[in-house]
């Protein structure tokens, strides 16, 4: 398994910041596992942000902390995973992961990361 | 959400040592506790899950135990590729959360 991770390095205040994760090895619709999101700052160390898996139909679960902001979709087309977090401020400065899913929690296969930089 | 602690939050160490890592819930989590390494500018790596059990291809000087609320995580006999730091996770109740991480370096 394999997780390519794109996406723009740099993100203005306001805006959206969008990452996707290409999946090889394995399939977004895959009812063994799960797709998440992590980011890993300084201040806030790493946050799981939430997460998508296929069981007889498509589910999302999202941290509180950024329910309100924040879309993972899968694209099973081009078998991705993608992320949007909207109203971005410098405190969303981060490396940011995709991370397979397995069982119940455990994160068995990580993208390499993405630095999000968020400054004007 | 559960809150995670770790101790010590760093710690020196040599070559062949045994090195001890606690984590602690704030409320019970059962067995539902994995364990990560990891490297400068890399991403984490998953060594132990379900507290105890080691994830495949992890040597087997990484050990997990521990229940409920504590846990600990030993490294038999450090060596030089165990230099790294290393979390504990809960995956016990969403949302998931991270120790603040464990920096073992070279003494």
């Known amino acids: 398994v394999q997780l390519q991770q794109s996406g723009p390095g740099l993100v203005k205040p306001s805006q959206t910041l969008s990452l996707t994760c290409a999946i090889s090895?394995?399939?977004?619709?895959?009812?063994?596992?799960?797709w998440s999101w992590i980011r890993q700052s300084p201040r806030r160390g790493l946050e799981w942000l939430g997460r998508?898996?296929?069981?007889?139909?498509?589910?999302?679960d999202y941290a509180e902390s950024a329910k309100s902001r924040i879309t993972i979709k899968p694209d099973t087309s081009k078998n991705q995973v993608s992320l949007q977090l909207n109203s971005v401020t410098p405190d969303d400065t981060a490396i940011y992961y995709c991370?397979?899913?397995?069982?119940?929690?455990?994160?068995?296969?990580w993208g390499q990361g993405t630095l999000v930089i968020v400054s004007s | 959400d559960i809150q995670m602690t770790q101790s010590p939050s760093s710690l020196s160490a040599s070559v062949g040592d045994r090195v001890t890592i606690t984590c602690q819930a704030s409320?019970?989590?059962?067995?539902?506790l994995n364990w990560y390494q990891q490297k400068p500018g890399k991403a984490p790596r998953l060594l132990i899950y379900?507290?105890?059990d080691l994830e495949t291809g992890v040597p087997i000087r990484f050990r997990g135990s521990g229940s409920g609320t504590d846990f600990t995580f030993t490294i038999f006999s450090l060596q030089p590729d165990d230099f790294a730091v290393y979390y504990c996770?809960?995956?016990?109740?969403?949302?998931?959360?991270f120790g603040p991480g464990t920096k073992v370096d070279i003494k």
């Open positions: 409320q019970d989590i059962s067995n539902n």
């Open positions: 379900d507290a105890t």
């Open positions: 998508t898996y296929y069981r007889s139909k498509w589910n999302t």
């Open positions: 991370a397979r899913t397995r069982g119940t929690g455990l994160f068995d296969y």
């Open positions: 996770q809960q995956y016990d109740s969403l949302p998931y959360t």
């Open positions: 090895g394995d399939s977004v619709s895959t009812e063994r596992a799960g």
